[in-house]
């Protein structure tokens, strides 16, 4: 066996169509690489501590603080996929314009660019929160990710205990 195929093996070598599809590859597998080695909130090596009085120890933060603000789109969004059947996120483009669907639902206007941009941008955000991976170099499949689900729980929760209703969301059990 040789070095190359060694490596196909090992799952260390990839084929690309275009740059760009190499550049979002790599930007989505280094940021997914970071989030695994580097969990928000650990605590540092030593020597690399804040100093006293200079700063704010990593672990003395409050949780609820890391956990990122969504749009409420991007909620909507993430909250949808999470109580389906297929929990799949789909970003449809044809000639009248685009579609994202979760939950086979349609959550944007489809008529209305404005509308459509900003349905793009929440799940933009959710996958470079790392809450959903695109499902293929296509782009167009999306699936929630073990963050998205616990993103998800937690956003029910909240909405459950405070007992929030917003027409955006899904209505959750």
């Not at 970071?34 to 100093?51: E, K, L």
């Not at 909405?159 to 899904?170: I, V």
Request: glycine residues 8%; charged residues 30%.
């Amino acid at each position: 066996m040789g070095f190359k195929d060694e490596c196909e093996t090992k799952g260390l070598l990839g084929s690309y169509r275009t740059l760009d599809v190499f550049k979002e590859v790599f930007r989505r597998d280094l940021h997914r690489t970071i989030h695994q080695h580097f969990p928000r909130g650990a605590t540092p090596p030593s020597g690399n501590a804040p100093s006293e009085g200079k700063g704010e120890s990593l672990s003395s933060k409050n949780p609820q603080d890391e956990r990122p603000q969504l749009t409420r789109e991007a909620e909507a969004l993430l909250l949808e996929a999470s109580c389906g059947d297929s929990n799949y996120i789909l970003h449809i483009r044809y000639n009248g314009g685009e579609a994202i669907q979760a939950n086979s639902k349609v959550l944007n206007d489809m008529k209305d660019p404005r509308d459509t941009a900003k349905w793009k941008k929440a799940l933009q955000m959710l996958e470079r929160l790392g809450l959903v991976e695109a499902a293929g170099a296509e782009r167009k499949v999306f699936s929630l990710t073990s963050d998205g689900y616990g993103m998800a729980d937690s956003i029910k929760q909240r909405k459950k205990a405070n007992s929030e209703s917003d027409p955006l969301l899904p209505q959750t059990n």
